[in-house]
C-alpha cells in the first residue's frame, strides 16, 4: 500500500512539470507476503481515482468472491478456481489478508490483476511495438518558381531491422560487481613497418584506393567534395504512371505526403494536384532533400484517394548508377527451352492453387496477409531473449 502511495505521488509531480500527459498507469509486482497497514487504504483508491490511474497487478491469484449480480459470495470461497496457481504452495495468513485488501482495491477502482503465469504468458505473445510519429519533412512542395504549397512527409512504411547486440564484458559479469558490464573501445594507429609506429590520430588522414594507388584525401579536400544541397521537395515534371515499372522503386520505406493541417489553402490545392493527378493516371517526378546538405533524392510523387483520405505516396527512383543492366538469352530463341501445353497448364493451375485472393478462410487453414505477417528474424530472436 506504500509503494502504490509514493507512485501515485510521483506520478502527479511528474504531471505537473509535463504539458501532455498520456495514459498514467501503475504496475505492482508483488506476492502478499509482507506486513503492511491499511491506514492509508482509503486514501490510497481516492488518489487512483482522482488521478485518473490504471492500476495493474501481476501476483497473488486475486478472487472477486463475488457472484455474477455483484453480492458477495455466502460461502466464503472463489466462484470459479484460481487462475494460474498451484495447488502444491500453501498460502500464508498474510498472502491471504493482504489479497484480501487488493480484492477490495481491484473491485472499487476497476484495476487489472493477473497471476505470475499469466503475465509471462502475456511476454511471449509478439505484438508490434508502436512508432512514435515523426515529421520527416515540413516545407513546401514547389511547382515552378512561384508556385508552393505548405506540406508534411511522414513515414507509411519503413523495412524494421532486428535490434543490434551489443557487445558486454564477460570479465566483469563474472565479477562480484560487475556494473553495466559496458565494453570501452580504444583505437590506435599504427605504420606498416617492422616497428609499427604509432601514428597519432590528427595526424592520419583518409585514403581513397584508385587503381593500386591510395590517394590521401585531407579533411578540407573531403568537405569541399561533398555537395551542398538545400532543404527542398520540387517538382521537375510529369509522366505516365506505366512508365514507373515495379524494379525502379528503391530505398527501405514508402513517405506520404499530405498538405499541413493548419492552412486551409494548402489543403486545397494539394487536393487539386491529387485528383488532377490520379485522373489523368499520371505522377510527379520530383528532386527531394530532407534536410540541408542531405543526398538528393529523385523520388515519384503517386496519388492516393480513399473515402476518407488523400495524399501522395512518396517513393524513391533510382539514378543511372543505381540500375543493373544484365543481358540475358532470351529463353524463347532455343526451341529445346519451349514448354508444352501441358506444363503450362501445370502451371496454371500451381498458381491458381495458390491464390491468396480466391481462396476460403477457415480455422486450419487462413490465408497468408502480408501486413499481418511478423519478420521471422525478429520472432524468433524475442522469444528467446525472453
Not at 491499511?38 to 501481476?58: A, F, K, N, T
Not at 514448354?339 to 491468396?356: C, K, R, T, V, Y
Request: hydrophobic share 35%.
Amino acid at each position: 500500500i506504500d509503494a502504490i502511495v509514493v507512485a501515485i505521488d510521483m506520478i502527479v509531480k511528474a504531471s505537473q512539470e509535463i504539458r501532455k500527459v498520456g495514459d498514467k498507469k501503475i504496475y505492482l509486482f508483488t506476492t502478499c507476503g509482507s506486513e503492511y497497514t491499511d491506514d492509508s487504504l482509503d486514501q490510497m483508491i481516492s488518489g487512483l481515482q482522482q488521478q485518473d490511474i490504471q492500476l495493474i497487478i501481476i501476483g497473488p491469484d486475486i478472487q472477486t468472491d463475488y457472484d455474477d449480480e455483484g453480492e458477495e459470495n455466502d460461502r466464503g470461497s472463489p466462484p470459479h478456481p484460481p487462475r494460474g496457481s498451484s495447488s502444491k504452495l500453501k498460502k500464508t495468513p498474510q498472502q491471504i489478508a493482504g489479497e484480501s485488501v487488493l480484492t477490495r482495491v481491484v473491485h472499487e477502482i476497476d484495476a487489472t490483476s493477473f497471476t505470475f503465469q499469466e503475465a509471462l504468458n502475456f511476454a511471449n505473445v509478439i505484438q508490434k511495438t508502436a512508432k512514435k510519429q515523426t515529421t520527416r519533412f515540413a516545407g513546401h512542395l514547389e511547382i515552378g518558381s512561384k508556385f508552393k504549397v505548405s506540406c508534411k512527409i511522414f513515414t507509411k512504411t519503413m523495412l524494421e531491422r532486428p535490434t543490434t547486440w551489443k557487445k558486454l564484458s564477460a570479465i566483469s559479469q563474472s565479477s562480484a560487481r560487475p556494473g553495466e558490464m559496458a565494453v570501452r573501445y580504444e583505437r590506435s594507429y599504427h605504420m606498416q613497418d617492422e616497428d609499427e609506429t604509432e601514428v597519432e590520430a590528427e595526424d592520419a588522414v583518409k585514403g581513397y584506393r584508385y587503381g593500386k594507388s591510395l590517394i590521401p584525401v585531407s579533411t578540407e579536400d573531403e568537405e569541399a567534395m561533398k555537395l551542398s544541397s538545400m532543404k527542398q521537395l520540387s517538382i521537375l515534371g510529369f509522366t505516365s504512371i506505366k512508365n514507373i515499372k515495379h524494379h525502379h522503386i528503391i530505398g527501405s520505406s514508402v513517405q506520404v505526403v499530405i498538405p499541413n493541417p493548419d492552412d486551409e489553402t494548402a489543403s486545397v490545392s494539394l487536393s487539386s494536384l491529387i485528383h488532377a493527378l490520379y485522373e489523368m493516371n499520371m505522377v510527379g517526378i520530383v528532386r527531394y532533400v530532407f534536410r540541408k546538405n542531405a543526398n538528393p533524392r529523385l523520388c515519384a510523387l503517386i496519388p492516393h484517394i480513399k473515402p476518407d483520405c488523400e495524399c501522395l505516396f512518396l517513393y524513391q527512383l533510382p539514378y543511372m548508377e543505381d540500375l543493373r543492366q544484365y543481358p540475358f538469352v532470351s529463353l524463347s530463341e532455343n526451341p529445346k527451352y519451349q514448354p508444352s501445353d501441358n506444363q503450362l497448364q501445370a502451371i496454371d493451375d500451381f498458381i491458381n492453387d495458390m491464390d491468396l485472393m480466391e481462396g476460403e478462410k477457415d480455422d486450419n487453414d487462413d490465408l497468408v496477409e502480408a501486413v499481418k505477417s511478423f519478420s521471422p528474424s525478429i520472432k524468433s530472436k524475442i522469444p528467446t531473449i525472453r
